[in-house]
Nanobody
Framework: QVQLVESGGGLVQPGGSLRLSCATS????????MGWYRQAPGKQRELVAD???????HYAESVKGRFTISRDNAKNTVYLQMNILKPEDTAVYYC????????????WGQGTQVTVSS
């Protein structure tokens, strides 16, 4: 059974930092690209950051220079370090795994709430 379990969300003041983690099980982690998405109330889900199975990264313009995605293949875990957080970063953050042996698998976590407010 495939599981993606996010953790690390919470309430933080503007300018603060949070580190999200997504622990995976049931997949061959090294065969998957991993992404972090977010969805704010009333808005569509959007890609925040992505990391390929080889470690190449891609970021949304709105988070470049503030967020860093990384992965630990030994722990089957992907991280999102979020610095200089802004109120507009408030959203539910979802972990995504895409790829696999045939490249056509797509899995999602349940999401973790990030709220940036004073």
């Amino acid at each position: 059974q495939v599981q993606l379990v996010e953790s690390g969300g919470g309430l933080v003041q503007p300018g603060g930092s949070l580190r999200l983690s997504c622990a995976t099980s049931g997949i061959i982690f090294s065969l998957f690209g991993m992404g972090w998405y977010r969805q704010a109330p009333g808005k569509q889900r959007e890609l925040v950051a992505d990391i390929t199975n080889r470690g190449n990264t891609h970021y949304a313009e709105s988070v470049k220079g503030r967020f860093t995605i990384s992965r630990d293949n030994a722990k089957n875990t992907v991280y999102l370090q979020m610095n200089i957080l802004k109120p507009e970063d408030t959203a539910v953050y979802y972990c995504n795994a895409h790829g696999g042996v045939f490249g056509n698998n797509d899995y999602w976590g349940q999401g973790t709430q990030v709220t940036v407010s004073s």
